[in-house]
């Protein structure tokens, strides 16, 4: 069974950074699609950044250009983001969902895109 578990959240000072990981198990990680999306309180889950399984091709929200980066590794099945320079608003419940169709530009961020989704790591950037 597609089993995604998501860790590397924490407590971080704003300008500090984190990176989280996607652990993939029951499935081959780079048969699917790989997307990070974020849910701050009161507001609604959005995608951050998205890798692509055909052609390793990435996306990310405006937000999130300059400062993350999402990578794959697919000797330790796990997908990463980067953060740096984090900021108080990036301070959220990040969660991994994973789809097997590609994605294109439109609907990577698209909620209802992704087959299969972790349970998510509290960030929050806070001094």
Known sequence: QVQLVESGGGL???GGSLRLSCAGSGFTLDDYVIAWFRQAPGKE?????CIRNKDGSTYYADSAKGRFTISRDNAKNTVYLQMNDLKPEDTAVYYCAADSLTKSP???SRLSEYEYWGQGTLVTVSS
């Open 12 to 14: 971080v000072q704003p």
């Open 45 to 49: 889950r959005e995608g951050v950044s």
């Open 106 to 108: 439109v609907s990577w």
